[in-house]
C-alpha cells in the first residue's frame, strides 16, 4: 500500500500501519496527533520525505517492524521521541532524517540498547541533537 502527498492532523494516531509488507509513506505532513506514525508488526516498507511536527507523544514508532526505511524525513517536537525502534524491531535503517526539539531522545533505539542489539542502521546523515544510545546523531 501506499499513502503520499496527504495531510494527517488532529487524531490519536495519525498513521497505523499494521502487519504489512511493502508498505510506502512518503511527501505526507502528519501534525497535531498524540503520534504521527506507528508501523506495527510491519516489514519492508519505507517512510521518506514526511513533514512530522507537532504530535504529543512521539513522531515515528516502529513497534515489532523489520526491514525498514526511515530517511530524510523533517521532524520537530513530537513529544517524547522523534524516531523511536524498540528492542523486537530489526534489521531498520534510518538515514538523513533531520530530528529535533524531543523531550526523551530525538532518535531512540531501543530504549538505549546497542544498536548490534536488533541490527538497526542510523547511517551517518542524520541530522538531531540527542539519541538513547549516543552516537546515532551526527
Same mark, same amino acid.
Request: glycine residues 12%; hydrophobic residues 20%.
Given at each position: 500500500? @501506499?499513502? %503520499?502527498?496527504? @495531510?494527517?492532523?488532529?487524531?490519536g494516531i495519525g498513521v497505523l500501519v499494521s502487519?504489512?509488507?511493502g508498505t510506502e509513506l512518503s511527501r505526507n505532513t502528519i501534525t497535531n496527533n498524540d503520534v504521527a506514525v506507528i508501523l506495527d508488526s510491519s516489514s519492508d516498507g519505507a517512510i521518506a520525505f514526511? @513533514?512530522?511536527v507537532?504530535?504529543?507523544e512521539n513522531g515515528i514508532a516502529l513497534l515489532g517492524a523489520d526491514r525498514n526505511v526511515v530517511a530524510a524525513n523533517n521532524m520537530f517536537g513530537n513529544g517524547q521521541y522523534g524516531i523511536y525502534m524498540d528492542i523486537t524491531s530489526n534489521?531498520? %535503517?534510518a538515514d538523513y532524517n533531520t530530528v529535533f526539539g524531543h523531550e526523551g531522545a530525538d532518535i531512540n533505539n531501543a530504549?538505549? @540498547?546497542?544498536t548490534n542489539v536488533n541490527q538497526n542502521s542510523f547511517g551517518g546523515n542524520n541530522n538531531?541533537? %540527542?539519541? %538513547?544510545p549516543g552516537g546515532l546523531c551526527r
Open positions: 500500500g @501506499q499513502l %503520499t502527498d496527504v @495531510q494527517v492532523a488532529n487524531n502487519g504489512s509488507t514526511n @513533514q512530522i507537532s504530535n504529543m534489521e531498520n %535503517t530504549d538505549g @540498547q546497542p538531531c541533537g %540527542t539519541s %538513547t
